[in-house]
């Protein structure tokens, strides 16, 4: 208070305290909103690398299925044509096995980048939050 019974409005520490409850709960509000968009922006991401490594896999899936074709048609062709022809048919199968290798591959690492589905940087925001705000509610 000032000589003449009004209180200052540049001293926080005069503040009432209706005034520092609604600042810190407008504060408190601002902060879930804001971890509820991380969250959300994190789950999108994960999200994306689900959808990408099961494509992938979707991918390899299918290409293993023409190596399987190959294949049967490298047997008939070594069993019904001249060494040329099989040669060749087993070169396309060795290179289709390598693909599906490789979709096999990059697809697994894509669901292991994604996993645990759960948003992990705003799990330890939120905590580091309530350890803060804990901090100066003991001050």
């Known amino acids: 208070m000032t000589a003449d019974g009004s209180t200052r409005t540049g001293d926080k520490a005069q503040e009432p305290v ?13 902060l879930v909103r804001d971890e509820m968009r991380l969250a959300q922006a994190e ?15 979707g991918g390899a899936g299918l290409v293993g299925v023409l190596t399987l074709q190959a294949l049967v048609a490298t047997v008939i062709a070594a069993l019904a044509l001249t060494l040329d022809v099989w040669v060749a ?38 905590r580091a939050d309530v350890v803060e705000i804990k901090e100066k509610a003991q001050r």
Request: proline share 5%; hydrophobic share 40%.
């Open 43 to 57: 789950m999108t991401e994960k999200g994306k690398r689900f959808g990408k490594g099961g494509g992938l896999f």
């Open 18 to 30: 209706g005034d520092l409850v609604q600042r810190a709960s407008q504060q408190l509000s601002q």
């Open 89 to 126: 048919a087993l070169i396309v199968t060795g290179a289709l096995a390598v693909i599906t290798a490789l979709m096999a591959a990059f697809g697994k690492q894509q669901i292991r980048k994604a996993t645990p589905p759960k948003p992990e940087q705003t799990l330890d925001s939120v």
